[in-house]
C-alpha cells in the first residue's frame, strides 16, 4: 500500500562527499535513486489503478498544507481593475467580484504524493465586500497602523465571525478531480471545523452542505465553485454560475472561512496576503 503525506521541511541541497567518504555516499545516492525510482513505478501504478477513488480522495482529504514552495507577496491595488494571475498554476481571479468584493488574495491547495511530486488541487481566491468590511471593521481597528494590524488574529476573528459579504472562488486546477473527491473533502475538512466552533452534535448541518455536491456536476480543469457568505450568515454555493444550494448558518460559515483564513490555513502565505490587502480597506 502507498502512503501519501505532505512534507513539512525544505529540501536541503546536498553536501559534496569529501574524499574519505564519497565512495561509500555515491553507492548510497545510487542506491537511494534505485529505490525512489521503484516507489515512484509503485506510486503510478497505484495512481493509475484508483485515480477516481482512493488516489483523488487523499489528494484533498487532509487540511495539513504542503510548505516546500515559497510564494512571494501580493498586494493589490485599490484602483486596479486587472485580473491576478495565481503563480504558481496561471489561474485568473477578477480584482472585483458582484460589483464590490474586492480580492484580497490568491492561494493554492495542494498535496504532495511520496516527497516526489507535488499536485496542484485547486487555486483560490479570497474576497470580502469593500463597504462591509467598514461598516462592520473600520470603527475598530481604523485607526490602528499596518504594522499593528499584521498578525492581528483577532482582526481575522471578527472578519470570519462578521456578517461581512465574502467569497472563497476555487478553481480547479487538476483536471482528473471528481465531484465525489470535492465532497467527501469538504465532509472531513468541514466536519473538523463545525466539530471545533459548534461541537459534535451538528451531522445534519454537515450534510445538508456535502449534498449540494451531486455526482452529476462535472468539473474539469478550470471549473468555478464559488462559496459565498451573503448579509444574514447565508452560505451560498454555486458551480459554473449556477446555484446549487444554499443554507443560513453562522456556524456553517464560520467552519468554511476557516479552511483558508484561519488558524491552520490550506496556503498560509493566501491569509498572509488577505491580512495585508485588508488594512488599506480599514482606513477608508
Same mark, same amino acid.
Given at each position: 500500500?502507498? %502512503? ?56 484533498? =482529504?487532509?487540511?495539513?498544507?504542503? %510548505?516546500? $514552495? ?11 481593475? %486587472? ?5 504558481? $498554476? =496561471? ?53 490602528l497602523s499596518s504594522s499593528e494590524l499584521k498578525g492581528n488574529e483577532e482582526l481575522k476573528e471578527d472578519l ?6 465574502? $467569497? ?29 466552533? =459548534? ?11 456535502? %449534498? ?28 459554473d454560475g449556477k446555484e446549487v444550494g444554499s443554507i443560513q448558518s453562522k456556524l456553517l460559515c464560520r467552519s468554511?472561512?476557516d479552511l483558508y483564513i484561519g488558524s491552520e490555513p490550506f496556503d498560509p502565505k493566501a491569509k498572509e496576503d ?11
Open positions: 500500500m502507498v %502512503s501519501f503525506r505532505f512534507p513539512f521541511l525544505f529540501s536541503q541541497p546536498p553536501k559534496p562527499p569529501n574524499s574519505a567518504n564519497a565512495s561509500s555516499r555515491t553507492f548510497t545516492a545510487t542506491a537511494a535513486a534505485a529505490a525512489l525510482s521503484v516507489a515512484a513505478a509503485g506510486a503510478g501504478i497505484v495512481i493509475s489503478q484508483s485515480a477516481n477513488k482512493t488516489f483523488i480522495l487523499n489528494l484533498l =482529504g487532509s487540511d495539513r498544507v504542503n %510548505s516546500c $514552495t515559497m510564494w512571494g507577496s501580493l498586494s493589490i491595488s485599490d484602483s486596479s481593475s %486587472s485580473p491576478v494571475t495565481e503563480s504558481r $498554476t =496561471g489561474m485568473s481571479f477578477p480584482a472585483v467580484l458582484r460589483g464590490s468584493q474586492r480580492l484580497l488574495g490568491v492561494g493554492l491547495r495542494r498535496k504532495a504524493v511520496l516527497g516526489l511530486k507535488n499536485i496542484d488541487i485547486y487555486a483560490f481566491g479570497v474576497y470580502a465586500d469593500d463597504s462591509d468590511v467598514k461598516e462592520f471593521l473600520s470603527e475598530k481597528y481604523g485607526a470570519m465571525e462578521s456578517d461581512v459579504s465574502m $467569497t472563497i472562488r476555487l478553481q480547479i486546477v487538476y483536471g482528473r478531480l471528481s465531484i465525489k473527491s470535492v465532497r467527501s473533502a469538504f465532509q472531513e475538512s468541514v466536519a473538523s471545523r463545525l466539530h471545533k466552533f =459548534g461541537g459534535s452534535d451538528n451531522e445534519e448541518l454537515l450534510q445538508r452542505f456535502t %449534498s449540494q455536491f451531486k455526482d452529476e456536476y462535472k468539473i474539469p480543469k478550470g471549473s468555478i465553485i464559488d462559496l459565498s457568505r451573503e448579509r444574514g450568515y447565508v452560505l451560498r454555493t454555486t458551480i468554511v472561512l488577505v491580512e495585508q490587502n485588508l488594512a488599506p480597506l480599514l482606513k477608508k
